[in-house]
């Protein structure tokens, strides 16, 4: 049986993608179209039209430009100044070529055959992340190597990075546990501010949540150094060894960073790995300003660090980092004789390194972001959001009708209208059908709050002005 491969239209198809892209852009950022707009599934799914050319194909041409003004009227508009809801960036448009050539040529570089170029920019970026946080880089040449040197790896996500990380805090104290099992007395310390995707590490490791003792957090939900030694204790008690202490270098609700160095200190005083989440806050690593706010950082033994978050990097491409490579390099131990063998042949396999085996060209995007932008340039978009982020507090803070839970520390910013509580559920459905903004909710000391994200540089403080006004129409019609 015959089958039609006509990919001649490639370039034609392509010409007329990118200009429905730069429209795209143009009317996000003009406001022109909302920031959302969420319609129920059926509707959308019988607005795009999916069902007919799956049978006989030929979605291409006009009719490809047809269905693509279909789904980009139908996107969340991450370029629309509105856009505040989540963090998630518009990506700089450098990233997403490197999406369409990745795409393209698709190079899963997991293999070092099958992606040499792909592969050589992921270890050179990991060693661009492992210097930006004071650790050694990993050798290139595998002659050179001295040994002691801190390594990493790029994941499909921070959710899969913390996973990694906690797997290769799990190889140094438990090495025997690929051929045994996990011994029945680890325990995890973890703070109830951390991302749920530890408590689901902890789960898929077979931890259990009674092995996760939480750490004693203020009124801001940093953790509290001086309280460490009694959760400590209490995991002791219970007859558990903690495999890892998790901090957050920019937490999820409120983007705060917990004090990495006093804790740095108590987990090397007692021999715990400390690992820091900072897929949101790693960012600020690269200004000197805001640097001060991960001190201590090049302690810890891994971190995780999200470009598709701060890096205005296109999804998916976050960073495993250790502080110490052989950890990483012990993390998985699986035989697959068609893939893990010694080769003749020049080149580093990551895949010994990694949950996926299929991996993306995530370094290419990174890369094409960092290399257009500068490294600069990326301090600048950090240190601009937050600033932001501030001059929003400042302005909530000084507005009659609204308070702040915190001042932010990064560009997360929680907010309340008068003394409403979960009402602002109700508040973010009206912003959305009304479609100027996009916000998010967080519930901080019990209390539910409007969470704006500062994500997209062209938002100003006079959009949170605009957004003060919507909100106070919006809260009167409630
Ligand atoms: C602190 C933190 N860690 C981890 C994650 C998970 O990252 P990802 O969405 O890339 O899986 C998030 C996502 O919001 C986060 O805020």
């Not at 001295?146 to 906690?166: C, D, F, K, Q, R």
Request: proline residues 6%.
């Amino acid at each position: 049986m015959s089958y039609p491969v006509d990919e001649t239209a490639f370039v034609e198809d392509a010409r007329r993608l990118l200009s429905l892209l730069e429209r795209y852009r143009e009317q996000s950022i003009s406001r022109e179209r909302p920031a959302v707009r969420l319609p129920p599934l059926q509707t959308l799914v019988e607005e795009l039209e999916l069902a007919r050319p799956l049978k006989r194909g030929g979605l291409t041409g006009q009719s490809l430009e047809d269905f693509v003004k279909r789904y980009l009227e139908a996107t969340t508009r991450l370029h629309h100044p509105g856009f505040l809801a989540h963090q998630t960036p518009a990506p700089h448009y450098a990233g997403a070529l490197g999406s369409l050539i990745d795409g393209f040529t698709n190079n899963p570089m997991a293999i070092y055959e099958m992606g040499p170029p792909a592969a050589a920019i992921e270890l050179f970026m990991v060693n661009w992340l492992l210097e930006r946080v004071g650790w050694q880089p990993q050798p290139l040449d595998a002659a050179a190597d001295p040994g002691s040197h801190a390594g990493g790896v790029l994941t499909h996500g921070g959710s899969l990075a913390n996973l990694t990380a906690l797997i290769a805090a799990r190889s140094r104290i438990a090495p025997e546990v690929w051929s045994e099992g996990n011994p029945p007395d680890l325990g995890l310390l973890a703070s109830s501010q951390n991302h749920y995707s530890i408590a689901r590490a902890a789960g898929i490791l077979g931890l259990g949540a009674r092995a996760v003792e939480s750490l004693a957090v203020d009124a801001r939900g940093r953790i509290v150094p001086d309280r460490l030694p009694v959760a400590l204790g209490r995991l002791r008690d219970a007859g558990r060894r903690p495999m890892a202490l998790v901090a957050n270098a920019g937490s999820t609700a409120l983007g705060l960073y917990d004090p990495l160095e006093e804790i740095a200190a108590f987990c090397r005083e007692e021999g715990i790995w400390l690992h820091v989440d900072g897929a949101h806050g790693a960012s600020a690593l690269l200004s000197p300003k805001l640097r001060p706010l991960l001190r201590g950082i090049e302690q810890a033994d891994s971190l995780i660090w999200d470009a598709h978050k701060m890096l205005r990097t296109p999804p998916l491409c976050a960073a495993v980092l250790l502080r110490d490579h052989r950890w990483l390099d012990q993390a998985f131990q699986q035989e697959a004789s068609y893939l893990f063998h010694d080769k003749r042949q020049p080149g580093v396999d990551l895949i010994q390194r990694t949950v996926e085996c299929t991996k993306a060209a995530l370094g290419l995007k990174l890369y094409l972001v960092v290399a257009a932008m500068g490294e600069q340039g990326l301090a600048g978009f950090v240190e601009r959001q937050t600033a932001l982020a501030r001059d929003a507090w400042a302005f909530f803070e000084g507005h009659p009708d609204f308070s702040c839970p915190v001042r932010p520390e990064s560009n997360i910013l929680c907010f309340a209208w008068r003394d409403w509580d979960e009402r602002h559920l109700a508040l973010r459905d009206r912003l959305i059908g009304q479609g100027d903004f996009h916000l998010s909710t967080a519930q901080i000391n019990g209390r539910w709050h409007l969470r704006a994200v500062f994500m997209n540089p062209l938002t100003t403080l006079a959009d949170v002005e605009r957004l003060a006004d919507r909100v106070a129409e919006e809260a009167a019609g409630l």
